[in-house]
C-alpha cells in the first residue's frame, strides 16, 4: 500500500514548537492520533504504525514538550494543564488536515493518563479513545522514595531533575525492543520534581472522574505489566459506566503491547475497534 510519511512541527499556543509525525494511506479510513509515555517518543510507535496504516488508517504522533524532538527540559512542565495545551493545538492541527474522517486518540502508558485528562474535559471532535498500559496504579516508577523527593522539591526547585526509576527489562518480552529502547538517543529517564507531583495529581483526578468518561473506550493492558499493574486497569475499567467500552488484555503481556510479543493479536483488535465505527 502507498503511504507518504512526513514530519512537521505545530505551535502550541504560549508554549514550545512541537515536532510530530504523520503516515497516511491514500484514503485512509479513518485517523488516530499517538501520545507516547514518560521519557519516550513518537518514533517508538513503528510497529504499530505499520499495522494500522497498512490496515487503511492515518496515524499522526506528537513529540510531547521535553520529549525526543520536541524542546524543552527533559520530562519537566509546570502545569499539567499545559498537556492539555498542546494536546488541543494537536488534535486541531489532525482534524483540519482529517477533515471528515472519525479521529480516536491513542495514548500509552503516561500518555494514556495525558489522553484521559484530556478527553474527560474536551471530548469533542473525537470517534473514540484507546488506552495502553495507563498509570492507574504503578509499582516500578512512582516509589515512595520518588514521591517524597518530588513533594518537597516542587515548591523548592520544581524544575530539579529526578531519574526515573524504569525498569528496561519489564518493558517487552522481546529482547530486541528492549535493547532498541536502551539505545534510542532520543528516550531519557528524567522527570522533573513539578512533572512527578502534577503527574500524581492528574491520576488522582482522572481516576476520580472516570464514570463520567463519555467516548468510547479501549483499554489494551499486558496481564504481566510490572510497571502499571493490570489490577489498577481493571478497577478504572469497572469505574467506566459507559457502555461502550471493551478490555483487552494480553496474556503474560508486559507494559508496551504494541511492542510485547503476540503484537500482532494486539493490533487486529485495535483494528477492529476502529471499523467498528459507526458516525
Given at each position: 500500500?502507498?503511504?507518504?510519511?512526513?514530519?512537521?512541527?505545530?505551535?502550541?499556543?504560549?508554549?514550545?514548537?512541537?515536532?510530530?509525525q504523520?503516515?497516511?494511506?491514500?484514503?485512509?479510513?479513518?485517523?488516530v492520533?499517538?501520545?507516547?509515555?514518560?521519557g519516550?517518543?513518537?518514533?517508538?510507535?513503528?510497529?504499530?504504525?505499520?499495522?494500522?496504516?497498512?490496515?487503511?488508517?492515518?496515524?499522526?504522533?506528537l513529540?510531547?514538550?521535553?520529549?525526543g524532538?520536541?524542546?524543552?527540559?527533559?520530562?519537566?512542565?509546570?502545569s499539567?494543564s499545559?498537556?492539555?495545551?498542546?494536546?488541543?493545538?494537536?488534535?486541531?492541527?489532525?482534524?483540519?488536515?482529517?477533515?471528515?474522517?472519525?479521529?480516536?486518540?491513542?495514548?500509552?502508558?503516561?500518555?494514556?493518563?495525558i489522553?484521559?485528562?484530556?478527553?474527560?474535559?474536551?471530548p469533542?471532535?473525537?470517534?473514540?479513545?484507546?488506552?495502553?498500559?495507563?498509570p492507574?496504579e504503578?509499582?516500578?516508577?512512582?516509589?515512595?522514595?520518588?514521591?517524597?523527593?518530588a513533594?518537597?522539591?516542587?515548591?523548592?526547585?520544581?524544575?530539579?531533575?529526578?531519574?526515573?526509576?524504569?525498569?528496561a527489562?519489564?518493558?517487552?518480552?522481546?529482547?530486541?525492543s528492549v535493547?532498541d529502547?536502551?539505545?534510542?538517543?532520543?528516550?531519557h529517564?528524567?522527570?522533573s520534581?513539578?512533572?512527578?507531583?502534577?503527574a500524581l495529581?492528574?491520576?488522582?483526578?482522572?481516576?476520580?472522574?472516570?464514570?463520567?468518561?463519555?467516548?468510547?473506550?479501549?483499554?489494551?493492558?499486558g496481564?504481566e505489566?510490572?510497571?502499571?499493574?493490570?489490577?489498577g486497569?481493571?478497577r478504572?475499567?469497572?469505574?467506566?459506566?459507559?457502555?461502550?467500552?471493551?478490555?483487552?488484555?494480553?496474556?503474560?503481556?508486559?507494559?508496551?503491547?504494541?511492542?510485547?510479543?503476540?503484537?500482532?493479536?494486539v493490533?487486529?483488535?485495535?483494528?477492529?475497534?476502529?471499523?467498528?465505527?459507526?458516525?
Open positions: 500500500m502507498e503511504t507518504t510519511h512526513a514530519e512537521e512541527t505545530l505551535a502550541a499556543p504560549g508554549g514550545p514548537t512541537l515536532y510530530f504523520s503516515w497516511r494511506p491514500v484514503a485512509p479510513r479513518t485517523v492520533a499517538i501520545i507516547h509515555g514518560i519516550e517518543h513518537s518514533g517508538r510507535f513503528r510497529k504499530l504504525v505499520e499495522a494500522l496504516v497498512i490496515r487503511g488508517h492515518a496515524i499522526y504522533a513529540d510531547l514538550r521535553g520529549h524532538r520536541s524542546p524543552g527540559q527533559r520530562g519537566h512542565l509546570l499539567w499545559e498537556y492539555r495545551e498542546d494536546m488541543k493545538a494537536f488534535l486541531e492541527t489532525v482534524a483540519q488536515r482529517e477533515a471528515g474522517r472519525p479521529l480516536f486518540i491513542y495514548g500509552h502508558s503516561m500518555g494514556g493518563l489522553v484521559l485528562d484530556y478527553v474527560l474535559r474536551h469533542e471532535g473525537l470517534s473514540g479513545t484507546i488506552i495502553s498500559a495507563a492507574f504503578s509499582v516500578g516508577v512512582a516509589t515512595p522514595l520518588l514521591v517524597t523527593s513533594r518537597i522539591l516542587s515548591r523548592l526547585w520544581p524544575s530539579f531533575a529526578l531519574k526515573v526509576p524504569l525498569e527489562q519489564a518493558l517487552s518480552r522481546e529482547p530486541s535493547a529502547y536502551l539505545a534510542d538517543p532520543l528516550v529517564r528524567a522527570c520534581a513539578r512533572w512527578a507531583m502534577e495529581d492528574a491520576n488522582v483526578w482522572v481516576k476520580a472522574h472516570a464514570g463520567e468518561l463519555s467516548l468510547p473506550l479501549l483499554l489494551l493492558h496481564e505489566d510490572r510497571i502499571n499493574t493490570v489490577e486497569a481493571r478504572f475499567f469497572e469505574a467506566v459506566r459507559s457502555g461502550d467500552k471493551q478490555m483487552h488484555l494480553v496474556p503474560g503481556g508486559y507494559h508496551e503491547p504494541h511492542n510485547d510479543p503476540g503484537n500482532a493479536r493490533f487486529q483488535v485495535v483494528d477492529d475497534y476502529l471499523r467498528a465505527f459507526r458516525a
